[in-house]
């Protein structure tokens, strides 16, 4: 059985021949460079969580967009609220203040007739 970590050889005979290193390796081949080990496992990362990291950061950014829009709305509709209490608030101030005038011209007249009442000799 070969190991695909090993070159294949024909026979048992010239496994025996070569060192452990030997057989890794060949006289003429450059000397690998090492491996940066933060490297490798930031590639297996990518590989094997690559696509779930890009799917959950494009469902968080929607999310986020939406938190943004919602949040715009919100603001839109409670500046609105704001504006029309303000103006409630004036209409009723403005009310009031014609009510009141209008209780005071009443009791006025009022006076004026009880005064014309007490100024006539009875009869």
Request: no cysteine; charged share 30%; glycine share 8%.
């Given at each position: 059985m070969d190991n695909e970590f090993m070159p294949p050889h024909?026979?048992?005979?010239?496994?025996?021949?070569?060192?452990?290193?030997?057989?890794?390796?060949?006289?003429n081949a450059e000397p690998a460079a090492p491996l940066d080990v933060a490297v490798v496992i930031?590639?297996?990362?990518?590989?094997?969580?690559?696509d779930h990291r890009r799917a959950t950061e494009?469902?968080?950014k929607s999310?986020?967009?939406k938190l943004a829009a919602?949040?715009?709305?919100?603001?839109?509709?409670?500046?609105?609220?704001?504006r029309r209490l303000s103006e409630s608030r004036a209409e009723t101030d403005h009310a009031r203040e014609g009510h009141v005038e209008a209780i005071g011209a009443a009791f006025a007249e009022l006076g004026e007739r009880?005064?014309?009442?007490?100024?006539?000799?009875?009869?």
């Open positions: 024909s026979d048992h005979a010239d496994r025996s021949d070569h060192s452990e290193a030997g057989a890794l390796t060949s006289p930031e590639q297996v990362r990518e590989l094997l969580f690559g494009g469902s968080l999310l986020e967009d919602l949040t715009a709305t919100i603001e839109a509709r409670f500046a609105d609220l704001e009880i005064k014309g009442l007490i100024a006539k000799p009875p009869q």
